[in-house]
């Protein structure tokens, strides 16, 4: 028996390479999945490759209807909605700040720090009506970054976003904390996704020299590897770490430790 057996586990940014590690864990332990991402395509094809009971609904998480459709999709399909994933994001050009243009920040923030908000808003009241119901509410990881823990050259309109997931998920804890719902962040230093590989190719220098480059604040000297990453959102999920909410955990090869 699984961690999350029977559990209905909601996922955004579900075809990029934490959506998907994520999808696959919460699979293996037995969950139920709502899984949404801009790709439709991709989308399907990672339904298919699932054996567990899957409802996929495409869209861009910049559109709050979006979020409310999806805590609908959860409740028609499997009657609840126990653990929500919000890891749909985006980086932004590896610029200074006044390079960076103003759409391109403006659609950083309302991908990365509103779509997080439209998230909750509507996968909070369902987990609270449920509490209410039977005692069972729900939890919810909001993906984040080392990037919303500390200072980030080259990347600030994302780091501004990301430190704004990581307010929203502390205020949000401390309202819901004796209302049934679970609040955490998870903070990963650079992983090993397409935003790392995009970074290789545009970097003009060979991978080993590029990466790094990339880790060169980093103690361990390495990106992290979806899996380890995936990991520590389990963890943040699981109904057994029931005391944990308000916390950003960063995963980030010992970055906060220096």
């Not at 899984?35 to 495409?58: C, H, M, N, P, R």
């Not at 397409?194 to 970097?203: C, E, I, L, P, Q």
Request: with cysteine; hydrophobic share 50%; glycine share 12%.
């Amino acid at each position: 028996m699984g961690r999350f057996d029977g559990a209905t586990v909601l996922i955004t940014g579900a075809a990029g390479g934490l959506g998907r590690g994520a999808a696959k864990g919460f699979a293996a332990e037995g969950a139920k999945l709502v899984l949404s991402d801009i790709d439709e395509k991709a989308l399907a094809d990672l339904a298919g490759t699932l054996q567990v009971e899957t409802a996929i609904l495409a869209g861009n998480i910049a559109d709050e209807a979006l979020s409310e459709d999806l805590v609908r999709l959860a409740v028609e399909k499997f009657g609840r909605l126990d653990i929500a994933v919000n890891n749909a994001g985006i980086v932004q050009s590896f610029v200074r700040l006044p390079q960076v243009e103003s759409d391109e920040a403006r659609r950083v923030l309302e991908i990365d720090l509103l779509g997080v908000f439209y998230a909750m808003k509507h996968q909070i009241p369902q987990m609270e009506r449920q509490f209410k119901a039977n005692g069972k509410g729900g939890a919810i990881v909001n993906i984040a970054s080392v990037a919303g823990l500390v200072g980030a050259p080259k990347l600030s309109v994302y780091a501004a976003a990301k430190h704004g997931v990581v307010g929203l998920t502390k205020s949000a804890a401390a309202e819901y904390a004796t209302k049934g719902v679970r609040i955490n962040a998870i903070c990963p230093a650079h992983t090993r996704t397409a935003m790392v590989d995009g970074f290789v190719r545009v970097s003009g220098v060979p991978e080993e020299e590029a990466l790094a480059e990339l880790t060169r604040g980093v103690p361990m000297k390495r990106v992290a590897e979806v899996e380890e990453v995936i990991t520590a959102i389990l963890f943040a999920a699981d109904p057994a770490n029931s005391f944990m909410t308000g916390h950003a955990l960063a995963v980030d090869g010992g970055v906060g430790a220096i």
